[in-house]
């Protein structure tokens, strides 16, 4: 997918799954977890194998000393990152680093013995291995134990080009908060939509536009009256040219994602505050406001527009709430990626 929700970020599992933990890591296979240097994580191996060993567990390590140089792992583009593509490892250097205060207690055990490795037809190596991971949420205090499946694609000078998950993680146990009750939404999506809350928080708009699927866009929902608006948009500049006090907003909010559910809100005030994320069901919000804009007369979506909304709608499963901004986000998943699919402002607008 396009990341943050760079997942920036973008967001928790490739901080911890594809990127290590204080666990001891040495198995049967001989190779030394030894913390290294970012130098000596160049392999001198002639086993790719084993050089690629070499490789993961010193990224593991250096990402447990939150001391990430991204030059002596990433090539200078990185092609994808979970769900960021076409990137600078500067900027998934940035997106690492910011996501070191996002959990707490990381114990990640690679699963050596998992480890397959294959030849591209470029000249590059192709690493899918599994382990465990466990953390704890920093947002919300919420304990995850999962196990993941990742696929990492080196370049013939053993630099990372890709790193994906192979599947979306299922929780083996996970003790959630008290105030998380029934959140069901897997650790990808909260990973991608932890991503883009911190990308716009930065102020880097652009890359916040990787989060957009290229063909569908999404859907901005506004009130610039007294009734609802959609506004199809392919990139965020478009919100911004019909509420651009959400451009300043977005650059000072800061949003600490938290899972729970999504408080209520009486046009006063929320009967809580802060950032949540939540499961979704049955998402019409969009086609809605089509439908009540024909029926009051103010213009007319003819039935295949609608019906391409509600297309959409049907993929849409997790929900962002931030009470600061008041502001909705949803997230949907395409062709197995997540994607931002609708921003809506106007259900907690009550100015008109």
Request: charged content about 25%.
């Amino acid at each position: 997918m396009k990341y943050l929700f760079a997942s920036v970020s973008l967001v928790i599992l490739f901080w911890v799954a594809g990127c290590g933990g204080n666990n001891d890591t040495s198995s049967s296979s001989g190779v030394s977890t030894t913390p290294q240097t970012p130098e000596q994580a160049v392999p001198a191996q002639t086993n790719p194998r084993d050089s690629i060993l070499d490789i993961l567990h010193a990224y593991y390590e250096s990402l447990e000393a939150e001391q990430i140089d991204e030059t002596h792992f990433f090539a200078s583009t990185v092609e994808k990152f979970y769900g960021q593509e076409n990137q600078s490892r500067e900027v998934i250097g940035d997106i690492i680093r910011k996501g070191f205060d996002q959990v707490e207690g990381r114990e990640v055990a690679l699963d050596e013995q998992t480890l397959v490795v294959s030849l591209g037809a470029g000249g590059e190596m192709v690493a899918e291995f599994g382990g465990d991971v466990k953390l704890t949420r920093s947002a919300d205090n919420s304990m995850v134990e999962e196990r993941f499946q990742n696929r990492v694609t080196f370049s013939p000078k053993y630099k990372i080009l890709k790193y994906e998950t192979l599947e979306a993680l299922t929780p083996k146990a996970a003790q959630r908060s008290a105030n998380a009750p029934g959140i069901e939404a897997s650790g990808e999506a909260y990973q991608q939509a932890e991503a883009l809350m911190d990308i716009l928080s930065s102020g880097d708009f652009s890359s916040a536009n990787v989060m957009v699927h290229p063909d569908k866009g999404f859907y901005y929902l506004y009130r610039p009256g007294a009734y609802d608006v959609l506004r199809a948009c392919k990139n965020f500049k478009e919100i911004f040219e019909v509420s651009d006090w959400l451009e300043s907003q977005f650059k000072t909010n800061t949003c600490k994602l938290e899972a729970g559910a999504i408080p209520d809100f009486d046009c006063e005030s929320f009967s809580k505050e802060g950032c949540f994320l939540s499961d979704v069901n049955n998402y019409s919000r969009a086609s809605d406001i089509m439908k009540g804009t024909n029926e009051a007369e103010l213009t007319t979506y003819d039935a295949g527009d609608i019906e391409e909304v509600k297309n959409l709608e049907a993929t849409i499963k997790v929900q962002v709430l931030d009470t600061d901004l008041r502001i909705a986000l949803y997230f949907g998943q395409i062709d197995g990626e997540w994607y931002l699919l609708v921003m809506d402002t106007a259900s907690y607008d009550c100015s008109a």
